[in-house]
């Protein structure tokens, strides 16, 4: 047998072989992203040269590559003129941005406070907004509505549907 014969037998062989054997689909598997980190019981500071400016603190937190993930959330900063925090069931934080789910309770330090379902807050704008029913109090006085729109630098409301009460001295 010449080698030309013997190469031409291999690719017979080949070629046979790939028309008799079907290519089987690879199984599709469900592709789920995996944290770079995750912890329990945690808070974590945010500290200038002066004092503490923020922390959170959470339950269990997730640390995704652009995003946290933390659930029985609370977010305290102390940056501004009052101090303010907010707590939620479940956050997503993700580039100044926090998008809270599940008995959002916000709270400063003068008493002004409102508790929903859901919302987020934009640490850049300093602005909180909520697309469902909101309860805001301070000093007795109360406020109940939709969609809420609530501007921290500027102490500016806005929101539709509202209805309240008001304590007169």
Not at 118 to 126: F, P
């Amino acid at each position: 047998m010449s080698i030309n014969g013997f190469f031409l037998l291999i690719l017979t062989l080949l070629i046979g072989m790939f028309g008799y054997f079907e290519p089987h689909e690879r199984q599709k598997q469900e592709v789920r992203e995996v944290p770079l980190f995750e912890l329990d019981q945690f808070v974590i500071y945010e500290i200038n040269r002066f004092k503490i400016e923020r922390f959170f603190q959470g339950v269990q937190g997730k640390r995704f590559i652009d995003r946290y993930e933390i659930s029985d959330a609370k977010f305290t900063n102390n940056s501004k003129i009052m101090s303010e925090s907010i707590h939620s069931d479940n956050a997503l934080y993700k580039e100044n941005l926090i998008l809270l789910d599940g008995n959002v309770h916000y709270v400063r330090e003068d008493g002004f406070q409102f508790r929903s379902s859901e919302g987020s807050y934009d640490q850049n704008s300093s602005r909180i907004q909520t697309q469902g029913a909101f309860l805001l109090t301070k000093d007795g006085n109360k406020v109940e509505g939709s969609h809420l729109d609530y501007n921290v630098n500027l102490d500016t409301v806005s929101a539709d549907k509202v209805r309240g009460s008001y304590q007169f001295n």
